[in-house]
């Protein structure tokens, strides 16, 4: 046999485990992952090479409906992964409303190539509850294979990863073998730092903050990096920041450490917060923030 290649997109609604299962699947924590829902902006690469394939996953921000226009094009990230799929992922997990977003699982239900079903969260089941949802997705999405996971445990990803393989179609890399993602390392440290606003803030909070990394200098022993937090208003500028300079304090010491693990290196960090008024709705600003 020749060589296979393809696209595996994963989508599926907010917070059943996409990303975890991306980086289950990669093998390296790619994406952020958080209790909270929309902690996943962007379609973020993953790629996995072998001698004679190449898979390149994409992780993709839940689906929701639209409120304000950085949601509209991350929204455009989704329907990107509907239309560009050699296969598609579609996640849900067993703690989900099976009937949330059936206008969604119709446009699954009409798509030309292989729809793998994944039941998530298994461990958080019983065996009887998951075989019952097992049973009414084979009849929700009858075109779909279906495989119970848990990507936290690691429980039949390398089945996942076989069936992949499987229906992977014959065509040569798409990217050099040698890569590992389509994002810059200075995406993945904005993306650490917007990871601990998501886990230490509350509220609006999070949702109002985009990381942009104005400086990231790599020497032999260290990496230097300056970035800056954009809020929304001045108020969540004070709340950012915390009593005495805190909170940030916090925010920086545990993304750091995230990018040392990361990296494999020293990093020097150093976060200021700035306001960028209603950043989320404006076109430019979008822009210039990737989206
Ligand atoms: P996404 O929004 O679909 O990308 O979901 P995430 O990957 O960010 O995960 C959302 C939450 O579900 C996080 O708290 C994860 O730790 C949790 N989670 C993901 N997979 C599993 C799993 O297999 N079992 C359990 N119990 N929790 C999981
Ligand atoms: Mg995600």
């Given at each position: 046999m020749g060589h296979k290649s393809g696209f595996v997109n994963i989508i599926g609604n907010?917070?059943?485990?996409k990303s975890t299962i991306m980086n289950a699947l990669v093998g390296e924590k790619l994406s952020i992952i958080t209790s909270k829902a929309q902690t996943t902006r962007h379609r973020i690469m993953g790629i996995v090479n072998g001698e004679d394939f190449q898979i390149v996953y994409s992780d993709t921000p839940g689906v929701l409906k639209p409120n304000y226009q950085l949601q509209e094009s991350m929204m455009k990230f989704v329907k990107n992964a509907l239309i560009d799929a050699d296969i598609l992922l579609y996640v849900t997990d067993v703690v989900e409303n099976i009937n949330k977003n059936k206008e969604f699982l119709d446009k699954i239900k009409k798509t030309s190539f292989p729809v793998i079903l994944l039941l998530n969260k298994i461990d958080k089941s019983t065996e009887e509850r998951t075989k019952e949802l097992l049973n009414i997705w084979k009849t929700l999405l009858p075109n779909a294979q279906i495989i119970p996971i848990s990507a936290l445990e690691s429980f039949n990803i390398d089945k996942l990863f076989d069936l992949i393989i499987e229906l992977l179609?014959?065509?040569?890399?798409?990217?050099?073998?040698?890569?590992?993602?389509?994002?810059t390392e200075r995406f993945f440290v904005s993306e650490m730092i917007r990871e601990q606003i998501l886990i230490h803030y509350k509220k609006e909070i999070p949702y109002s903050v985009e990381v942009e990394v104005e400086e990231f200098k790599e020497d032999e022993n260290i990496i230097r990096i300056r970035s800056i937090i954009y809020v929304e208003r001045q108020s969540q500028k004070g709340i950012v920041i915390g009593h005495q300079g805190k909170m940030l304090k916090k925010v920086g010491t545990e993304a750091r450490k995230q990018m040392e693990i990361f990296f494999n290196k020293k990093i020097y960090l150093e976060t200021f917060v700035k306001v960028n008024p209603d950043w989320r709705n404006k076109t430019i600003q979008l822009q210039k923030f990737g989206y």
């Open positions: 907010p917070n059943v485990g179609p014959e065509a040569p890399a798409y990217y050099p073998k040698t890569e590992l993602t389509d994002k």
